[in-house]
Structure formats: structure tokens, C-alpha cells
């Protein structure tokens, strides 16, 4: 076994500032690994395809707006099908695992990495941990095979169940071990993929065979790197259900208000895009733009004169938006680690009324609409499902090519292998100096709330 450094990270220079962030391979660390040839090359799916095997030298670049005289940048491994695989597929024995939330997809993920598996490649043991990160050592799983993952991206949810929490890698890796798996696909947010790391580092650590791959999930799209995550496009679709909902009942009264609630705990993209497509949204609210409620320039005043102008508003507010406003800020975290928020939606509902209570210059009638658990609870919309299934199968090119410690991911319309740290890094969030924020607030014509003091 080669001695390489856990936590090394792979970088490859060229000319003119090309640098390739890579990710790992079995054979960084394990020595003379057999290969064999890949199983596409009989596969009747791929013969009438020109060149369906991805060059070594293919690379995917980060930023793709440049200026004549600008570096070559960072580049990512262009994901897909090798020409040789580090598997031979009757020893394949891999498992699936989803974690966190739910998001409109997680289905298609599941189906199409156990059918890409069988179908692309030949391989029959596939297993589902039952339940999250903690079902790996309460040892429930579940046999998956195309039969029984059919129809399942009809449906909503996850057939393998979900949790936040209960990540402890030793007992993890230990099952791993156990169950004789050497492939691991895991599917979550970027706290789910700092525990695939891990995973994968104990894995190395060991010096196991083992090729461990993540597809990023999350619904507010604020994984970085990626040009969205998959389920993203669902939830936005969806919102606009709600956003409808709230149209129609302010502009069914006299000065009437619908404030619709959306997700976004720390990033605003859906509330931002829900926002565009509607164009029926008068004010829209998101976590990285400040606002302030009174006084000149504030939310309230803006109430005021676009009911006097249309006699309606309908307001569209992220969960993460004004929580420094709302009293008695809760500091505890959930089992995934992210901050308890207050129904900023409840409290600005209650809010505008009191104010408008108070004012005596004008009756409103206020309808609050919360759509979050129906918007992450539906199945992929057709755009999903055909992201989710690229996704998957290029997650499970990648594993059976024997890369390791990566998840697979869309970068400038290209599909990719990212490191996990650079998914782990930080989070994606909406730029308000950006065109798509002024786009939006062109959109609503609402003033940005940036408080004068």
C-alpha cells in the first residue's frame, strides 16, 4: 500500500494557470490494483454511441466567463464511463444510503444507481440502509433490485427512509467491513457529505477497497460548486402553487395580503426563483438581504402604498429571512447540526397585522400559506428526474472506474467529479450585488430595505 496523506489533496498544474482540483483513486493508496475491461463495450445501449468512453485528459472548468488575458483556472474531472473498470462486477457488492431531509428525487437517485449498476454493468447485490447514517450499525438493509425500484420515482420521499444524525464513522466503516460492501453511495446535504468524508478517509485510513461516492442533495440549491442540486427545480415549480393561493386570496378582498413561507435556511435561491417565475409577487424576503420593518424605507410603508396602488400584495419570505428580528433568537441546533429557526412566517403574519391594527388608517385581511413539508414531499417533476438520473449514473461510472472520496455533480452544463471539500467548504447563498437579485427586484419593484443607519 502506498503511504499518501489522508487529508492530501490532489492537484494537478499545467500551463497558462490550469490547475485540475482531482479527486482520489483506489490506487493512490492501494498498490497494484487489477482492472478489467469495461462491460459498456458489449452493452447494446452504448454500441450506437461514437465515443462513449470519457478521455483521462477530459476536465470541466469552474468559471467559464473570462477575460483574453485571465488564467486557465480550476478544473474538475469530467465525469463518465472509463475504458477500464477497478471492479470486476459479480465481486461488486455496494449499498445506498440516503440522509437528512427530503427532497423531490431521492427516488430516481436510488433507482438509477441500482439500474445503472445492473444494467450498465453487470452487477446484482445492491443493498439500501434502512434509516440514515445510524443504519449502517442498527444493521437494517434492504435488497434492491430493478424489480423492486420499478416505480419508485413515481413516488415522494425515500423507500430507504431517512434521519438527521447518528454518524459515527468507526462503527460505520466497521459494517462496511462486515457486509464485505465496496461501493458506498451516499445521498445528502453537505452535512451528510462532511460524514461521507469521513467515511472515506476511515476507509483509506484502513487501506480498504472500497470506493465511496456522494450525490449532493438539498432542496435550497446552497451546495456550492454545483449549478444547482437536483429537487430544486420541483420545489420551485411547486411554489408557485402556493404563491397562486396567495394571489388569489388577496386580490379576492380589499386590501388584501397573502404571505406565502418558503424554504431557505440560509439561502434564498428558491424564494428568489419562485419569485421570478410568479410574477405575481409584490415583495420578496431571503436570508442574506436585510430588511427592516419601521420607520421610512421600511417593510411596513412598502405595505402601505402598494395597497393603496393595487389594493393587494402577496409577500414571499425564505424561513431563514429577519431572523435578527425575531425576539428571543433560539442558539440550539438540530441532529444535523443546523440552527433551530422561529416561524419567521407566523411572526411576520402576526406583525403586519398588529401594525396595521394599530394604524387605524386601513383594514387588511391577511392570509399566511406554509407549503414547506407538501413542497419537499412531491415527486421529481420530468427536469428532476432526468438530472437525477444523470447524476446517479455518473456517480456510479466514477465508483466502478475506481475513484473514491467524490460526488458527482453539474458544473457550467458538464457533468463532474467534485472532492469533497470543496462541496464541504461553504455553503451556496444568493448574491445581492449579482444580476439575478437585481433581475428580481426589477421583477417586484421593491425597494432593498438596506436600513439608512
Known amino acids: 500500500?502506498?503511504?499518501?496523506?489522508?487529508?492530501?489533496?490532489?492537484?494537478?498544474?499545467?500551463?497558462?494557470?490550469?490547475?485540475?482540483?482531482?479527486?482520489?483513486?483506489?490506487?493512490?493508496?492501494?498498490?497494484?490494483?487489477?482492472?478489467?475491461?469495461?462491460p459498456?463495450?458489449?452493452?447494446?445501449?452504448?454500441?450506437?454511441?461514437?465515443?462513449?468512453?470519457?478521455?483521462?485528459?477530459?476536465?470541466?472548468?469552474?468559471?467559464?466567463v473570462v477575460h483574453k488575458d485571465s488564467p486557465r483556472g480550476t478544473h474538475f474531472r469530467r465525469a463518465g464511463p472509463r475504458q477500464k473498470v477497478y471492479f470486476k462486477p459479480s465481486d461488486v457488492r455496494a449499498c445506498i444510503?440516503?440522509?437528512?431531509?427530503?427532497?423531490?428525487?431521492?427516488?430516481?437517485?436510488?433507482?438509477?444507481?441500482?439500474?445503472?449498476?445492473?444494467?450498465?454493468?453487470?452487477v446484482t447485490e445492491v443493498i439500501g440502509?434502512?434509516?440514515?447514517?445510524?443504519?449502517?450499525?442498527?444493521?437494517?438493509?434492504?435488497?434492491?433490485?430493478?424489480?423492486?425500484?420499478?416505480d419508485i420515482h413515481k413516488r415522494g420521499g425515500t423507500i430507504l427512509g431517512t434521519?438527521?444524525?447518528g454518524h459515527d464513522t468507526s462503527k460505520?466503516?466497521?459494517?462496511?467491513?462486515?457486509?464485505?460492501?465496496?461501493?458506498?453511495?451516499i445521498i445528502g446535504g453537505d452535512g451528510t457529505q462532511k460524514g461521507a468524508s469521513a467515511i472515506y478517509k476511515e476507509i483509506r485510513r484502513r487501506g480498504l477497497n472500497v470506493a465511496v461516492a456522494g450525490i449532493p442533495k438539498t432542496i435550497d440549491n446552497d451546495i456550492p460548486v454545483i449549478d444547482k442540486s437536483f429537487g430544486f427545480d420541483t420545489a420551485v415549480e411547486e411554489a408557485q402553487r402556493a404563491i397562486n393561493a396567495a394571489h388569489v386570496e388577496a386580490t379576492s378582498v380589499e386590501n388584501g395580503i397573502g404571505l406565502v413561507k418558503l424554504m431557505g435556511r440560509y439561502s434564498g435561491f428558491i424564494a428568489m426563483y419562485a419569485t421570478l417565475a410568479s410574477r405575481d409577487v409584490d415583495c420578496c424576503l431571503i436570508p442574506e438581504s436585510p430588511f427592516y420593518l419601521e420607520g421610512k424605507g421600511g417593510l411596513y410603508e412598502f405595505i402601505a402604498k402598494r395597497l393603496r396602488e393595487n389594493g393587494h400584495m402577496v409577500i414571499v419570505i425564505a424561513e431563514g429571512a429577519g431572523q435578527d428580528l425575531v425576539a428571543e433568537s433560539i442558539d440550539q441546533q438540530d441532529a444535523s447540526g443546523n440552527k433551530l429557526l422561529k416561524d419567521v412566517g407566523l411572526w411576520m403574519s402576526l406583525k403586519i397585522k398588529d401594525h396595521f391594527a394599530k394604524q387605524s388608517v386601513m383594514d387588511i385581511t391577511l392570509k399566511y400559506i406554509d407549503p414547506t413539508y407538501m413542497i419537499r414531499a412531491i415527486p421529481a417533476n420530468a427536469s428532476d428526474n432526468v438530472y437525477s438520473t444523470l447524476l446517479a449514473q455518473s456517480a456510479v461510472h466514477g465508483a466502478m472506474a475506481g475513484y473514491t472520496g467524490f460526488v458527482s455533480g453539474l458544473v457550467n452544463g458538464r457533468h463532474t467529479y467534485i472532492p469533497f471539500n470543496r462541496i464541504t467548504e461553504r455553503q451556496n447563498k444568493v448574491v445581492i450585488t449579482d444580476r439575478m437579485w437585481a433581475r428580481m427586484l426589477s421583477s417586484t419593484n421593491q425597494p432593498s430595505f438596506m436600513n439608512p443607519s
Do not use: W
Open 1 to 38: 500500500m502506498a503511504s499518501n496523506g489522508v487529508d492530501e489533496i490532489k492537484l494537478v498544474e499545467g500551463p497558462a494557470g490550469y490547475v485540475l482540483e482531482d479527486v482520489p483513486h483506489l490506487s493512490d493508496y492501494i498498490l497494484d490494483l487489477p482492472t478489467y475491461p469495461n
Open 40 to 64: 459498456l463495450q458489449s452493452n447494446a445501449a452504448y454500441s450506437v454511441v461514437r465515443q462513449y468512453f470519457v478521455d483521462e485528459d477530459d476536465t470541466v472548468q469552474e468559471k467559464i
Open 97 to 122: 444510503v440516503t440522509c437528512g431531509g427530503l427532497c423531490p428525487g431521492l427516488n430516481t437517485v436510488i433507482r438509477e444507481i441500482v439500474c445503472g449498476l445492473h444494467f450498465m454493468y453487470g
Open 129 to 150: 440502509v434502512d434509516c440514515g447514517f445510524r443504519g449502517f450499525y442498527s444493521k437494517n438493509t434492504v435488497a434492491l433490485t430493478p424489480k423492486t425500484v420499478s
Open 163 to 165: 434521519s438527521r444524525g
Open 172 to 185: 460505520i466503516v466497521d459494517n462496511i467491513q462486515d457486509r464485505e460492501i465496496n461501493q458506498v453511495y
